[in-house]
């Protein structure tokens, strides 16, 4: 795990003029007149960097993290519950990388779209660099957490840590939790961006409550649901 935190905060240190080129993309240009961001103290650029650096790390230590705990775990679970969640460890770097990128094409777009146009007719954005990073990397980070929903769902009904009949109960409450979600992730926590939140959200439920359905028990799957 030191090795490969070592590595990526190397690489991203290295790298670091493509990172920050990278990650404000999004915002189209617009975090100031010249359409680059701005740092107002002499220590911000320098202190950014280190923090990219440790988050590059800890993105590449993270698989590593991972297998360490599932190897830790392993002996606490049946053979079954073993190859289960071994099958889809790999599906869950897949979901988190699915949902960064709906957080860096779509929503971080669309938000920054609308806060960087907002009253331009009476003063003009002069958006700082790590104010700017903080936001993206908070979007990127959650939507990629809240994207392994499908997987949780399945997991926790395969290993028998929650029933079906309560996934499938709790489905009446789904999209008014999925908007309120939608409004605090989102950085403008309008009806719009909400909504580009909220149905992905209830998707990922259905998704998750096919997922859950499969994983039930073979007593379970001989009642009527």
């Not at 935190?5 to 240190?13: A, E, P, Q, V």
């Not at 493509?18 to 911000?44: M, Y």
């Not at 073993?82 to 929503?107: D, E, K, N, T, W």
Request: net charge positive; aromatic share 12%.
């Amino acid at each position: 795990m030191l090795v490969a935190f070592g590595l990526g905060s190397s690489l991203t240190w290295y790298f670091r003029k493509t990172v920050i080129a990278w990650l404000i993309l999004p915002a189209g240009g617009q975090l100031s007149a010249t359409g680059r961001p701005v740092f107002t103290n002499p220590t911000e650029m320098f202190s950014l960097t280190v923090h990219l650096a440790i988050v590059g790390g800890c993105v590449v230590a993270a698989p590593m993290l991972v297998y360490q705990v599932f190897r830790f775990l392993r002996p606490l679970l049946s053979k079954k519950q073993g190859q289960s969640v071994a099958i889809f460890l790999p599906a869950v770097l897949v979901c988190f990388l699915g949902g960064a990128s709906f957080a860096y094409f779509v929503l971080l777009p669309t938000g920054l779209q609308f806060l960087l146009q907002f009253g331009t007719d009476v003063a003009d954005p002069m958006i700082r660099l790590t104010e700017y990073m903080d936001l993206a990397l908070a979007m990127l980070f959650w939507l990629g957490v809240v994207f392994e929903l499908p997987l949780v769902m399945f997991l926790v009904v395969k290993l028998r840590i929650v029933e079906y009949k309560r996934v499938r109960g709790f489905r009446k409450y789904v999209p008014l939790a999925a908007f309120i979600l939608g409004a605090l992730l989102t950085p403008t926590a309008d009806i719009v961006n909400a909504t580009l939140v909220a149905l992905p959200l209830m998707v990922l439920y259905e998704v998750g409550a096919f997922l859950a359905w499969l994983a039930r028990p073979r007593q379970q799957r001989l009642e009527r649901d």
